[in-house]
């Protein structure tokens, strides 16, 4: 796909289809109105009809409409306009999409760009357009063996913006649109691949291959490397597996090595069966989404060194299978974890915390100023946000409250979750230093209450990613999430940094 921007009239876009907005009741948007009005009032004919009433993400295509110079016109319907929201935008712009693609149209200018949106910017709906595009648009068809063809695909797309002098701005914007696009399309993949295909391997050859493309480092710590480093409760999820577990760091230098990076921890366990405490068997395929903590983390390195961000990022990702064996973990076992803090595994598929826990003491070595770890933690997550908003959890409130406004801005919701002393007592073994799980109530918050004894030191925050990451049913799928949000709060970062210097 091509991206580019303009300004300039709609009726005077010599393209294939121009996308314009109508509101409820008939409201025109600003650029449909000028439409109309070089139609002579045909818009506003097609709407006394009723053959466009202006709901939210109704599309109606229009061919020759009389004095314009676009082959097509599509409607889409916005909803009414005093609830127009940043929601509502991303929802027009994903039925636009979706109405081209039917199509088959090769290119299209779309003018919802322009639409005025209160407290955001030109910048906003630009990246948020292009982000919404690459959503709609995204297939994971590389497992079949025929792959369905749409009929013309979609080529080219131009945003306008409403003045000349946001075109510079709006370029930007545009690069950061694709780049954040990109990252989630990278991330939905490794989510969608099979196990049998995304092992810990595949991960750290997916780091290794971003390494040789763009200005990363990759470095794969083997089981022996795991081994003489003493990362006890990392090596004891792997005993079960027959795929070699890997620690991926993949680290990003964009600024003086004297400021300390941000670091991002994802969660990669390529299959969870739950090991010796077995799942039951419903739904179990699903697992193989365990890892999208993980491919988060790859698919936001990729976009802050597409971006060459001015700040120094790194990336942590524990990967391993979780399965039973003669050799794996039992209930009742106990280990030592690097930090070596005694651990009792009464429970084998509460393993996210235990290869966690282990790349968060890990990753202490990185001085982080704000460490950041992603885990499709706990089904416990699930019942309490359900696929709406993550988990938030943090040690420290600013850092909680800067994640927040990013993921609201990103579109990419947050809840935020308690971490207090009452919920570690769950935690109590009477053999080990702590037990790994704290039974049935409160099962996301005693997870996060795990993890919060290996960070300590450092300015923390815990997505429970197990909502959001991937969609059940009939649109089964990884989702991407939550790129957006960790590309928001980089790019603040950035900004932030570039207004210091
Ligand atoms: N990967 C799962 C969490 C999960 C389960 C995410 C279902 C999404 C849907 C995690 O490893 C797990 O199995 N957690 C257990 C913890 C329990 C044993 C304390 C869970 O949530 O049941
Ligand atoms: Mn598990
Ligand atoms: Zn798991």
Redesign the pocket.
Known sequence: MEFSIKSGSPEKQRTACVVVGIFESRKLSIAAEQIDRASNGYLGDIMRRGDMDGKLGRTLLLHNVPNTLGDRILLVGLGRERDFSTKSYRKAIGAAIQALHDTGTADATFYLTELPLKKQSTAWKIEQAVIGMFENLYRFDECKSTAEKSRRALKRITLSVPRRNELEMGEAALKRGIAIGRACQLARDLGNRPGNICTPTHLAETAQNLARMLPLKATILERTDMEALKMGALLSVARGSRQDPKLIILEYQGSSSQNKPIVLVGKG?TF?S?GI?L?PGEAMD??KF?MCGAAAVLGTLQAVAELELPLNVIGVIPATE?LPDGQASKPGDIVTSLSGKTIEIL?T????RLILCDALSYSARFMPDTIIDLA?????C?IALGHVASALYSNNDALSKELGQAAEAALDPVWPMPLWEEYQEQLKSNFADMAN?GGRPA?SVT?ACFLSRFTEEMNWAHLDI?GTAWKSGAQKGATGRPVPLLMEFILRRAAEHRDAH
């Open positions: 366990v969870d739950g405490s799942k699903e697992m365990d979780n429970n598929d509460a393993e996210g499709t933690l706990t089904g416990a699930v799980i099962g997870a197990a």
